[in-house]
């Protein structure tokens, strides 16, 4: 896949949407009684980085401070979505020590990369910083399917779509956008904005809701790549 051209059509689509007025609001993103649930592995970006997100942030909340803006415990990239969020999952329903020992097999193949955050996409519900990644990420992504397919634990990898992307949702409309042409000179301005380029020495395997929200994420391990 290429990536740049990828995120490239995600954006002038949902763009183009965006200013028509045809975005989607998100009516669940402030429930309490939402109850999709799942196990994920997560890549956290480092210090730096989030504080440049947190700066483009800080403008978008002064255009539309009634949209759902992730706080830096939030911040992720998606590895892997192992079960994907569904009502009624219960981490009771697994063992998670065979969940870490496959995965722990399968990342200790592989090393440490880098991922750069440069530049923003959209989709018509949310706001995304552009991740690119090396080789090395979709060589652990395609181990992981390789592996759970091999064995009787419970996955639903890839059921809802093939991720090859590392990017990270960091704006969600939950409401009537005021200043939608404001918001999206802003998001021109940041387009190709540099957020920086981290190196992956971690990962976490969450148990998380839909969002990814902190009071509702549970770490059951951090694996750390040589």
Known sequence: MNLAEHYRK?????IAKIS???????????????????????????????GRIQQFLSEAKAIEPDQYYYQNADIHITLMSIISCYEGFDLKDISIQNYIQLIQEVLARHKRFKIQFKGLTASPSCILIQGFLTDTLNEIRDDLRADFK?????QSIDK???????HSTVIRFRSELE???????LIEKYRDFDFGTFEVKEVELVYNDW????????????????
């Not at 091999?150 to 419970?154: A, E, G, Y």
């Not at 809802?160 to 590392?166: P, S, V």
């Not at 969002?211 to 040589?226: A, D, G, I, T």
Request: glycine content about 2%.
């Open 10 to 14: 995600l954006y002038n689509e949902s």
């Open 20 to 50: 028509a007025g045809n975005y989607e609001t998100d009516h669940l993103i402030d429930s309490d009684t939402d109850q999709r649930f799942g196990i994920t592995l997560v890549i956290r970006p480092d210090a730096a980085a989030k």
């Open 150 to 154: 091999n064995s009787d634990l419970q």
């Open 160 to 166: 809802r779509y093939a991720i090859q992307t590392a």
């Open 179 to 185: 200043n939608k042409n404001a918001l999206v000179q």
């Open 211 to 226: 969002y990814q929200r902190e009071r509702f994420v549970e770490k059951l391990h951090q694996f750390c790549l040589s």
